[in-house]
Nanobody, 126 residues
């Protein structure tokens, strides 16, 4: 079964850090562009970061550049998002997903063709 499971979310204060993890099963992460997006209830998803399958190049949305780091562990079929200097605007449910990685950090996801998980909630609040 193809599955992506996110974990690591929680409640943190502004300026704090979190490390999100995404465990993939049923397929190899290194065979796809893969990344993270954030979505709030009733709103459109917002691209955060992604990795190209071809050479492992990483890309970030301007809003998170310099604060977030995305990485892939091919041996363990894992994807990570290290988040630091968190802001209230970073609040939302974070999903890992396959897709088409654009240089602006937006992962274009196609329903019926790409895979994503159930998400993990990140709340940044004092």
């Amino acid at each position: 079964q193809v599955e992506l499971v996110e974990s690591g979310g929680g409640l943190v204060q502004p300026g704090g850090s979190l490390r999100l993890s995404c465990a993939a099963s049923g397929f190899r992460l290194n065979g796809f562009d893969i990344g993270w997006y954030r979505q709030d209830p009733g709103k459109e998803p917002v691209g955060v970061s992604c990795i190209r399958k071809s050479d492992g190049s990483t890309y970030y949305a301007d809003s998170v550049k310099g604060r977030f780091t995305v990485s892939r562990d091919n041996a363990n079929n894992m994807l990570y998002l290290q988040m630091s200097s968190l802001k209230p605007e970073d609040t939302g449910t974070y999903y890992c997903s396959t897709g088409r990685c654009r240089t602006n950090g937006v992962l274009a996801v196609r329903s019926g063709m790409d895979y994503w998980g159930k998400g993990t909630l990140v709340t940044v609040s004092s």
